[in-house]
């Protein structure tokens, strides 16, 4: 059966019964399909042209979209030749944008001052370069080549009995002719290799030479750090010679066609030959990130010797390629905390074989390293003052405490934040409503989208950007409701019930209004009474309020155009004094940076993930009532919001005063 597709205008075969989704992520054509191909997210609409496509019971469609050939790709299986068209808004884009918008002082840390968080730190990267010069071989000195090696890194550099790699052996009697017996070693230290393993267990000092090369090559020394992210990958280039950052790329990470979650992606690994099909994805995620170094950052694959990795406990089994079953089971049991650092070439990530890739430890099933990485870029946990991590995502996660303590959890929050489970959601790509204004008297309504392209939908900051206007100016009630009393054009019963225009018709890239409905509020209501219960319940646990904290960190890539004064009238963030709220960015990467330049801080992230004690939230009464409490903009109790309740009914009055 042939399947071609418009405006691609590419065309490849499959076998009858293939279901379409699958058919174009095989062919390197990503939908965006938030739910995983379960039917229930209706992102991955295709619109059939000619032939046909046996259509699965559970589509989200109308029998009007159906009668006009639209089709969910995941619902929809191949059974003849068949053309179809793929509209923008149904596509991931290839690259990630993240765009930052000038916002009020003290929200926003530039990079010298996030720098400055975890200070006192010294430049001392796990891998160092080293040149030494030789004699060459007589017939009164023939000893073996790397008897001679060890002699002169022995007394050029101090460095005592090093152990050598097998792949370094190999190189060497050639690396040390090429180079008329000049030669630059690069060596990692034992404790550094075996990351987190018992500190008897190894001699923290001995050296392991993992690569020789010819000449002097000390200049060409780097490291790449990773996020792995449920939706994105960013890596970041970092120079072991300068200790400066090249350059910093993303990707969505390829898993998301599988589902914008991490339980999604679980129950997919659990498939026959779904966790090979999950390693796959990420690994040629980071492999796609590698292929661009060389044009985007000057770095040629081969002149990386370090990676380092951090990402949530799902996001490193399924690279690892381990059973990730047991995480989504209670009692919630991964099968390692910590791992060896392991050859990256083993994982199939395209890099030189001597390069070890280091993942970040995890805590606990739901925080993961991605979270001790945010905990050692901000150096909560060697200061006196009580800090708050929070990194909003599907799977909000947040660390309360100080050098003394440090308490975790994590909170199941959906994938609104990332336009998941939204009517028109989308991802951080070209054409996502990112800010919205709404005038709370007139109801004029502005807004921008991402790179200034026609409106495809709305992204997770967007949607929060809309929604606290949109509650400042009446039109969406406490309750989540849409108030069709008010007098204005915006509000409007649609096929799913209520709903509000974001974007009109003549406005949008698929000419089709952009609209909120009441379910669409209800899942955003689902995901930030989550994150609140989720903090709130932690500070209840150590008998803490907000008032005790300090500093308010947020990470997360997510927070790049986050609102602060919005999250917080919607009730996601809470209601304190905003010099409170620092922004980080991608703690992650940053802490996974900061490992690449610092043998310390490599020890630092494993003491600061022994020090982290995880609370669950699974059967805790106290996460309940504080998540029915938060079911609410901003919250049923308003006098925990102040500044944000005086300022709706200060807008109700103009209204009033407005309509005489």
């Known amino acids: 059966m042939k399947v071609t597709v418009l405006p691609d205008d590419v065309s490849f075969d499959v076998e009858r019964g293939t279901n379409l989704l699958e058919a174009l992520s095989e062919n390197g054509i990503v939908l965006d399909a938030s ?236 498939k026959p030959g779904g966790r090979e099909t999950m390693q796959a994805k990420v690994v040629g995620t980071i492999n796609k990130v590698i292929s661009r170094l060389g044009s985007d950052c000057g770095v040629e694959p081969r002149e990386i010797s370090h990676l380092v990795a951090a990402g949530n406990t799902t996001m490193t089994h399924l690279l690892l390629g381990l059973n990730a079953r047991y995480l989504r089971e209670s009692p919630y049991v991964p099968v390692a905390f910590s791992v060896r650092s392991v050859l990256a070439s083993e994982l199939g990530i395209n890099i030189g074989p001597w390069a070890r890739i280091y993942n970040f430890p995890a805590v606990a099933s739901y925080v993961g390293g991605d979270i001790v ?119 409007r019963i649609g096929p799913n019930g209520p709903e509000i225009i974001l974007a009109p018709a003549d406005k949008t890239d698929a000419g089709a209004a952009l609209t909120l409905t009441e379910g669409d509020l209800d899942n955003l209501l689902r995901a930030k009474a989550a994150m609140y219960a989720g903090y709130h319940t932690l500070l209840e646990h150590v008998g803490m309020t907000m008032d005790e904290i300090e500093n308010v960190y947020l990470a997360g890539n997510f927070g790049n155009t986050l609102d602060i004064e919005n999250a917080v009238t919607i009730g996601l963030l809470p209601d304190v004094d905003r010099n409170k709220f620092q922004f980080v960015g991608n703690s992650s990467l940053r802490g996974a940076s900061m490992v690449t330049r610092s043998s310390e801080i490599l020890f630092d992230a494993e003491r600061a993930a022994r020090m982290m004690t995880n609370v669950e939230f699974w059967d805790n009464p106290a996460f309940m009532d504080n998540y029915m409490a938060g079911m609410f903009f901003p919250h049923t109790d308003a006098r925990i919001f102040p500044t944000v309740t005086a300022r709706i009914e200060e807008f109700k009055k103009q209204r009033e005063w407005a309509a005489g």
Request: proline share 5%; hydrophobic share 40%.
């Open 35 to 270: 739910c995983g191909g379960a039917g229930v997210c209706g992102q991955c609409r295709v619109k059939v042209i000619e032939g046909e496509v046996k259509a699965e019971a559970g589509s989200t469609q109308s029998q009007e979209e159906l009668d006009q050939g639209w089709r969910q790709a995941c619902l929809s299986e191949v059974i003849g030749d068949v053309t179809i068209n793929i509209p923008s808004e149904s596509r991931i884009d290839s690259e990630v944008v993240y765009e930052r918008r000038p916002t009020p002082a003290g929200q926003y840390l530039t990079n010298e001052m996030i720098e400055a968080l975890n200070s006192g730190w010294k430049f001392d990267p796990p891998l160092k370069k080293v040149f030494v010069k030789l004699p060459p071989p007589t017939p009164e000195d023939n000893v073996a080549d790397a008897a001679r090696l060890m002699r002169a890194l022995r007394l050029e550099h101090g460095i005592e009995n090093p152990q050598m790699e097998l792949s370094a052996l190999r190189d060497l009697p050639d690396a040390l002719r090429e180079g008329g017996w000049e030669a630059t070693v690069t060596l990692i230290w034992s404790r550094a290799s075996d990351a987190f393993l018992d500190k008897d267990e190894h001699d923290p000092h001995l050296p392991i030479i993992i690569r020789v090369e010819p000449g002097d090559a000390r200049d060409r020394h780097f490291a790449l750090a990773i996020d792995i992210g449920t939706t994105t990958v960013s890596g970041q280039v970092m120079d072991l010679g300068s200790g400066e950052a090249k350059c910093t790329l993303n990707e969505y990470n390829s898993q998301v066609q599988y589902g914008a979650d991490v339980i999604s992606r679980i129950v997919y690994s659990l």
């Open 373 to 491: 990485a945010g905990v050692i870029a901000t150096g909560m946990y060697k200061r006196e003052a009580m800090s708050l991590l929070i990194d909003i995502g599907t799977n909000g996660e947040m660390v309360v405490g100080n050098k003394d303590f440090l308490l975790t959890a994590s909170a199941s929050a959906g994938p609104a934040f990332e336009g998941g489970g939204i009517t028109c959601g989308m991802h951080a790509g070209a054409g996502a409503i990112e800010r919205f204004l709404i005038d709370p008297i007139s109801f004029e309504v502005k807004y921008d989208t991402i790179k200034r392209a026609p409106a495809r939908g709305v992204c997770g900051s967007g949607l929060i950007n809309a929604v606290s206007g949109l509650i400042e100016a009446g039109l969406i009630e406490p309750n989540g409701k849409v108030n069709l009393a008010a007098k204005t054009d915006l509000t």
